[in-house]
């Protein structure tokens, strides 16, 4: 995952070094991050962060990890889970609101009416658990040189073969909606039913409207077929 090392770094220096106020914050997506129309992972995946790329926060809703944010030309939502900021050269999740980053309070509507799916999803979500997170809170640098969730979870992106990807697009499975954001490293409720792959060590099912690879041992996902 390449950055322009320097000038990240200085940036975050700096803003630790403000006093805090409202203001729009650099943030590092910490590994490959989705956009999503919406404050919740029952909404449509409108883009990515690669993992290691700055994105600009505009604001946090009060109460949840959910965080308005701008990358290139896409506006959207993302979890500030896997939003890294710099504290004492530490990457430090948005989610704890480091009080060097006086992030904007933003408010959602729901204006194209889709608090009935959201409620539904929800209360799936709550029978069949959440995904496990990775904690973030290691050096920026880490962050920035190759992410860390990989290191942290002791797992890494599989590449599946293209057959791999064929079978999974030719044999949809129903979604397992779950509490937290889909990304590399998270780990699936045992819970939760996954499908077999043939002649594979890996397993996949669809988490949050997203076809996902997990590993059948730990059950954590280790590639997101987008």
Not at 74 to 93: F, H, P, Q
Not at 98 to 127: C, F, I, L, M, S
């Amino acid at each position: 995952m390449n950055l322009v090392k320097t000038g990240l770094i200085s940036s975050l220096l700096i803003s630790t070094a403000l006093p805090a106020v409202a203001q729009t914050v650099e943030a590092v997506a910490a590994t490959d991050l989705n956009i999503r129309s919406g404050p919740g992972p029952h909404h449509s995946v409108v883009g990515v962060i690669p993992g290691g790329k700055e994105a600009s926060v505009e604001g946090c809703l009060e109460s949840t990890s959910w965080c308005q944010v701008k990358f290139g030309d896409v506006t959207g939502w993302s979890s500030s889970d896997y939003l890294a900021v710099n504290v004492e050269e530490k990457a430090i999740a948005l989610t704890t609101r480091p009080q060097a980053y006086d992030v904007k309070t933003v408010t959602y509507e729901d204006a194209e009416g889709t608090k009935k799916n959201e409620n539904e999803g929800a209360a799936v979500g709550a029978t069949l658990g959440a995904l496990t997170g990775v904690a973030l809170g290691g050096p920026i640098g880490g962050v920035i040189a190759g992410g860390i969730l990989g290191g942290a979870a002791g797992t890494a992106a599989a590449e599946p073969e293209e057959e791999t990807i064929t079978y999974i697009s030719s044999n949809p499975v129903e979604t397992v909606y779950l509490d937290g954001e889909v990304v590399v490293g998270a780990g699936v409720p045992e819970a939760v039913t996954t499908y077999e792959l043939p002649q594979s060590e890996y397993r996949y099912l669809n988490v949050n409207n997203q076809a996902v690879v997990v590993d059948a041992q730990t059950n954590q996902i280790v590639r997101i077929i987008r």
